[in-house]
Nanobody, 112 residues
């Protein structure tokens, strides 16, 4: 079975940085369409970044977050810089290949 496991979350101060990782296992296909979503308590899940043939990020994180992937390691990354309290959320990794596959999420808390 396909599994996505996120890691790298934690508690950071405003202005700090985190690097999230998502490792895809159990697949024989190349990871192509990969996304990061986030969901704060009481709010809808929102798209943060996507990478397929090109990398895009949401306007709210543009200039601060960068998505990348390493096909050899079956891993997608989200580099998060200049973090703000409003970035606090559970961050989820998503793979699309014939269907959606989701990770369990990793908590990111930005607080003083």
């Amino acid at each position: 079975q396909v599994q996505l496991v996120e890691s790298g979350g934690g508690l950071v101060q405003p202005g700090g940085s985190l690097r999230l990782s998502c490792v895809v296992s159990g697949s024989t296909f190349t990871i192509n369409d990969m996304s990061w979503y986030r969901q704060a308590p009481g709010k809808q899940r929102e798209l943060v970044a996507n990478i397929n043939s090109r990398a895009i990020v949401a306007d709210s994180v543009k200039g601060r977050f960068t998505i990348s992937k390493d096909n050899t390691k079956n891993t997608v990354y989200l580099q998060m810089n200049s973090l703000k309290p409003e970035d606090t959320a559970v961050y989820y990794c998503r793979l699309y290949k014939y269907r959606e596959y989701w990770g369990q999420g990793t908590q990111v808390t930005v607080s003083s």
